[in-house]
T-cell receptor, first 114, second 115 residues
Framework: GDSVTQMEGPVTLSEEAFLTINCTYT??????LFWYVQYPGEGLQLLLK?????DKGSNKGFEATYRKETTSFHLEKGSVQVSDSAVYFC?????????????FGKGTHLIIQP | DGGITQSPKYLFRKEGQNVTLSCEQN?????MYWYRQDPGQGLRLIYY???????QKGDIAEGYSVSREKKESFPLTVTSAQKNPTAFYLC??????????????FGDGTRLSIL
């Protein structure tokens, strides 16, 4: 079946460090890919998305490129801030006929220290 | 502002009781979803609905039931058959589109605990 694998956390970085959170996927078709962020006690917020190969999603300084050849969608940010501390989820959607739910990775807890 | 409202934020259940979690959206989205979140396991799909009066089981539907009588509402009932109901429950909605390209919008969740 379809699956998403993320690097396990927690990932601890200092403020202004470079961030990479790895995400790879397995899918029987041609998925759309998403990154969501969850702050403590809240629901998930869409961070960015990409719907076809070589698409780059970007938002709030975060970027991820859809790499079909390596089945990856790694999340990057050049200079992290304390406010970026949260749990990040990589997800895919493979819906041939409509909207039948997302497949999530287990999440990566990011901790940014001042 | 449009969004998804889940209530209550915290819910406690006694053994053998059914409880219903509310989810309302005013985004005019066709599709709605329920996920369960457990520590270290990410989110897992319980049920989803693409249109009114229709819904489908997700990966972990056993012990849960839903209804979709109105486009705006998608309540989830956690029945006494669900043996491990303690979790964080998230409701989401999205526009309908082929290929799954529309992102899902999430509510702030309901935390269910067993007394």
């Amino acid at each position: 079946g379809d699956s998403v694998t993320q690097m396990e956390g927690p990932v601890t970085l200092s403020e202004e460090a470079f961030l990479t959170i790895n995400c790879t996927y397995t899918a029987t078709g041609y998925p759309s890919l998403f990154w969501y962020v969850q702050y403590p006690g809240e629901g998930l917020q869409l961070l960015l998305k990409a719907t076809k190969a070589d698409d780059k999603g970007s938002n709030k300084g975060f970027e991820a490129t859809y790499r079909k050849e390596t089945t990856s969608f790694h999340l990057e940010k050049g200079s992290v801030q304390v406010s970026d501390s949260a749990v990040y989820f990589c997800a895919l959607s493979l819906s041939g006929g409509g909207a039948d739910g997302l497949t999530f990775g287990k999440g990566t807890h990011l901790i940014i220290q001042p | 502002d449009g969004g998804i409202t889940q209530s209550p934020k915290y819910l406690f259940r006694k053994e053998g009781q059914n409880v219903t979690l509310s989810c309302e959206q005013n985004l005019n989205h066709d599709a709605m979803y329920w996920y369960r979140q457990d520590p270290g396991q990410g989110l897992r799909l319980i049920y989803y609905s693409q249109i009114v009066n229709d819904f489908q089981k997700g990966d972990i539907a056993e012990g849960y039931s839903v209804s979709r009588e109105k486009k705006e509402s998608f309540p989830l009932t956690v029945t006494s058959a669900q043996k491990n109901p303690t979790a964080f429950y998230l409701c989401a909605s999205s526009k309908y589109s082929s290929g799954g390209r529309q992102p899902q919008h999430f509510g702030d969740g309901t935390r269910l605990s067993i007394l």
